[in-house]
Nanobody
Framework: QVQLVESGGGLVQAGKSLRLSCVVSGGTFHTYTMGWFRQSPGKERESVAA????????YNSDSVKGRFIISRDNAKNMVYLQLNNLKPDDTAVYYC?????????????????????WGQGTQVTVSS
C-alpha cells in the first residue's frame, strides 16, 4: 500500500517562510506525479502546485508561482513545497497527493480527482 505523510507546517508571521515535506512509502515513487493542495475553512480544496514524473512543474496562480517552489528527491521518495513570503491568506491545511496515472498537463494536475493517494495534511497558519 502507498502512504504519504506530510510535515513542516506551523504558525508563522506574515513574510516568513516554511518548508513542507512529504515522504512516500510503497509503490514506485519516481513514476508518480506529485501534487500539493490546500484547504481552508469555508473553501473547497484547491491545487497549489504539482511536479510530474519528468520533473516539470506547474503552479496554480501567478501569486503562488512567485512565492512557492515545488521540488522532489526521488532518491529519498520525498516531495517538498517551499513557502516563501507567506501571507495570512495562505493559512490552510496543506495536503500531499500522488498520482500513478502518468498523465500530463496543467489542467489534469490541478484536478484533485487525478490523484490516487493522499496524506493526512499539515496545518499552516500565518499571522498578520
Amino acid at each position: 500500500q502507498v502512504q504519504l505523510v506530510e510535515s513542516g507546517g506551523g504558525l508563522v508571521q506574515a513574510g516568513k517562510s516554511l518548508r513542507l515535506s512529504c515522504v512516500v512509502s510503497g509503490g514506485t515513487f519516481h513514476t508518480y506525479t506529485m501534487g500539493w493542495f490546500r484547504q481552508s475553512p469555508g473553501k473547497e480544496r484547491e491545487s497549489v502546485a504539482a511536479i510530474f514524473w519528468s520533473g516539470d512543474t506547474t503552479y496554480n496562480s501567478d501569486s503562488v508561482k512567485g512565492r512557492f517552489i515545488i521540488s522532489r528527491d526521488n532518491a529519498k521518495n520525498m516531495v517538498y513545497l517551499q513557502l516563501n513570503n507567506l501571507k495570512p491568506d495562505d493559512t490552510a491545511v496543506y495536503y500531499c497527493a500522488a498520482s500513478q496515472t502518468r498523465d500530463y498537463g496543467s489542467a489534469w494536475a490541478r484536478n484533485s480527482a487525478s490523484y490516487d493517494y493522499w496524506g493526512q495534511g499539515t496545518q499552516v497558519t500565518v499571522s498578520s
